[in-house]
């Protein structure tokens, strides 16, 4: 299965040439194609074609790439090593159809794809766990999708049914596709599904919280920002999901032993970090660090990935102290993406990061907004020295097997520590408006810098087992019924035989009508021609009945 990531480097390669293409012409290039016209109305498959969504294609199907070549080896003992490539490759593509999009047909097509492959790929190992993850991720979504459905009527009233020339009668319209776009990128108060997601396998995870269904939402509002400014009441939706988000993400990652969920966890306080940049209106700044975020939390995910082949599965910081003994390449490039997470200067991250946090204090917001942003940023790094502090710098507490030595697991590592180090320069050289310099007083920078410094000395610090339930549900934000069984068993078990009973009228008359059951059960079991023509005509009696009082 290595033609996948062959084609997909290779197609990563052809759309960044042509995101240079289209960046140095200025131009954008839209194929349309009409499904039918009705009432002035026209609606058509559109799809657009300009230097943001090339060069956002150019980044997915890299680290898809990368991914995909990963998972050969990861997945390589797997029964349904070939199911699970396909999957991937369609969630892949769904991906790719919500970036090109520029109706709302298209945008439905990619967007329900990425929600129906995402819940197939998160219960992929069916256990009870990725189960309930699966179903709550589903659920989530599903408010988004109801929401742009909502959307598509708005659209129709408006006379409209592309978004690429929006106007100022749109307000609302946006509003409801920014609410829809909190959901997907797991915004407060819908965050709860991304630490869930964790179930699935470790290459699903670098793929969906690195480039594609996390950053669905915000490239949409992003898309909706180069069309139409977004209105007061839409920028503080996002300015307040944004940074409580962000806080609440570094937060509860600092009290979690989980080495996925709190990468998981630090993929939720980066996104808070994008939808402020686009509450405050800065939508460039926020693709940029979209795009640097995707590669080093793509190479971070890999890298764990790589430890858990050594540790035969523990995720757990406790025990995984010394494993950088045997693995000198991954931890390497796990403390490389580290530090990329906390910002340090010259890697890919502090191009995009810094200046977020620089405008900040131009931007003229409120005092709340500027404290829970710095306070995020301390927690950023103090989460992330203590994860190093514990994997790579802590004795050896469990016996590990040998690193394992393949290609297909040191080439992805390898691209994307690349990606790592140069993506921030390289986006900041391609777009000028990535290159804006920020002039704040000195007191300004020095308390970035000092957030930071503090949360590096308190990760370093402060050592020991922390729990707190309440972090760990995201402020209760997790369903109330997972993991109560005990209290909710009596319920479940009724609901069980409610769908039970609706798919079997024989059980349920039994249940419910004993005296007129066994003629019910007769009726239903008779297996003979003569019992279905019964059963055909009873329906028939019943609908009938049922459009008599209708009439």
Not at 200 to 217: I, K, R, W
Not at 286 to 314: E, Q, R
Not at 492 to 510: A, C
Not at 529 to 534: F, M
Request: net charge positive; hydrophobic share 55%; aromatic share 14%.
């Amino acid at each position: 299965m290595l033609r996948f990531p062959i084609i997909l480097l290779t197609s990563s390669c052809f759309l960044m040439s042509c995101s240079y293409l289209f960046l140095m012409s200025n131009k954008t290039f839209i194929m349309e194609y009409e499904l039918l016209n009705l009432s002035s109305i026209c609606f058509s498959f559109t799809m657009i074609f300009d230097s943001i969504s090339m060069c956002f294609g150019a980044v997915v199907t890299l680290i898809a790439g990368c991914v995909f070549m990963f998972a050969c080896k990861y997945m390589e003992e797997d029964h349904f090593f070939y199911r699970f490539i396909w999957i991937l490759l369609s969630f892949v593509i769904s991906m790719n159809l919500l970036i090109f999009s520029g109706s709302v047909f298209f945008l439905l097509l990619g967007w329900d794809g990425l929600g129906i492959t995402s819940f197939a790929l998160i219960i992929y190992y069916q256990s009870y766990e990725s189960y309930s993850a699966g179903f709550q991720t589903l659920m989530v979504n599903r408010i988004g999708d109801a929401l742009i459905v909502a959307g598509s009527f708005l659209f129709v009233s408006l006379e409209q049914y592309s978004f690429l020339s929006l106007t100022g009668a749109f307000t609302l319209l946006v509003l409801v596709l920014c609410v829809a776009a909190l959901t997907k990128s797991a915004q407060y108060p819908f965050s709860s599904w991304l630490p869930a997601a964790m179930a699935a396998p470790t290459p699903v995870s670098a793929l969906v919280h690195s480039s594609t269904l996390v950053t669905a939402g915000i490239y949409l509002v992003i898309r909706l920002s180069h069309n139409l400014p977004l209105s007061i009441s839409s920028s503080l939706l996002l300015m307040i999901c944004g940074s409580i988000t962000c806080l609440l993400g570094g937060w509860a990652a600092t009290f979690e032993n989980d080495i996925k969920k709190i990468i998981a966890l630090s993929t939720l306080s980066q996104l808070g970090v994008m939808v402020f940049s686009l509450g405050l209106g800065f939508p460039a700044l926020a693709l940029f660090h979209l795009f640097t975020h995707a590669m080093f939390k793509a190479l971070l995910f890999l890298a764990a990935g790589s430890i858990l082949l050594t540790s035969f599965g523990t995720q757990d910081l406790r025990l995984l102290g010394g494993v950088g003994l045997k693995m000198p390449l991954a931890m390497v490039l796990f403390n490389l993406s580290s530090l990329c997470l906390v910002g340090t200067p010259f890697l890919s991250a502090f191009y995009s990061k810094h200046l977020i946090l620089e405008k900040v204090f131009l931007s003229g917001t409120n005092m709340v907004g500027i404290v829970l942003m710095m306070v995020a940023t301390m927690f950023t790094a103090k989460y992330s020295l203590r994860a190093l502090k514990s994997v790579v710098w802590s004795k050896m507490a469990l016996s590990v097997s040998s690193a394992p030595s393949s290609s297909l697991i040191n080439l992805p590592l390898i691209i994307l520590g690349s990606g790592a180090i140069v993506a921030g320069k390289f986006f900041s050289l391609m777009n000028i408006y990535n290159m804006e310099l920020a002039y704040i007083p000195t007191m300004m920078s020095n308390m970035i810098n000092g957030v930071t410094i503090l949360g590096v000395i308190l990760g370093i610090m402060i050592s020991g087992e922390q729990k707190s339930y309440a972090l760990s549900t995201l402020f209760f934000l997790t369903p109330l019924y997972v993991n109560v069984t005990k209290l909710f068993s009596p319920v479940v078990q009724k609901l069980s035989m409610l769908d039970y009973g609706w798919l079997e009228p024989k059980v349920i008359f039994q249940k419910t009508l004993e005296p007129l059951g066994k003629v019910a059960s007769d009726f239903y079991s008779w297996p003979s021609t003569k019992g279905s023509l019964n059963r055909i005509l009873l329906s028939l009696m019943v609908i009938s009945f049922g459009f008599s009082f209708i009439i």
